[in-house]
């Protein structure tokens, strides 16, 4: 009998070729402006000294966070704090309670691929569902909707406000 493979509850990593340059990549993640473009509804940052950042402007590690979603109430927004990168990452930061998050560019076979690594999740039964499964299936969906916002296509979010994801 085949011996199954234990789950590692705590981290998972999410990859996404992209024909996109790696400077096009990192700039989708690094701004209020660009991040609105495919990910977040609101995505303000705040300096360590509490000043806003204005919408172009680069966050930087040490900057705290406040986002809010489409298709969620505005009762429901994460806060974190931007971090510094580990081993080649151009971001990391603390997601709420769900653990930490890094994203790099790696290169395979002459290909870019974004790689996003969320760790530290906790390991109690709520956890490993609303984190590790519905922190996955998240990224997964706003990787996708990256790609084809970088490849000048569709918004895949949905922005109808009447329609709850909740």
Not at 29 to 50: I, V, Y
Not at 66 to 79: A, N
Not at 115 to 137: A, H, W
Request: with cysteine; glycine share 6%; hydrophobic share 35%.
């Amino acid at each position: 009998m085949e011996e199954r493979k234990k789950i590692d509850w705590s981290s998972f990593t999410v990859n996404l070729p992209l024909d996109n340059s790696e400077e096009e990549i990192i700039n989708a993640w690094l701004t209020q402006e660009a991040l609105e473009k495919w990910f977040l509804r609101l995505a303000e940052f705040s300096t360590p000294s509490g000043e806003k950042r204005k919408r172009q402007e680069q966050i930087k590690p040490g900057d705290t966070y406040r986002w809010q979603w489409f298709g969620w109430p505005d009762s429901v927004e994460e806060h974190g704090k931007i971090l510094n990168p580990e081993q080649a990452e151009f971001l990391r930061f603390q997601f709420g309670k769900a653990g930490i998050v890094g994203v790099r560019v790696v290169v395979e076979h002459g290909h870019n691929i974004l790689r996003l690594v969320q760790e530290k999740i906790p390991q109690d039964e709520e956890s490993k569902m609303n984190f590790y499964v519905g922190c996955k299936t998240g990224w997964t969906f706003y990787l996708l909707n990256l790609k084809s916002k970088l490849q000048e296509g569709p918004d895949l979010r949905n922005r109808k406000s009447e329609l709850h994801m909740d």
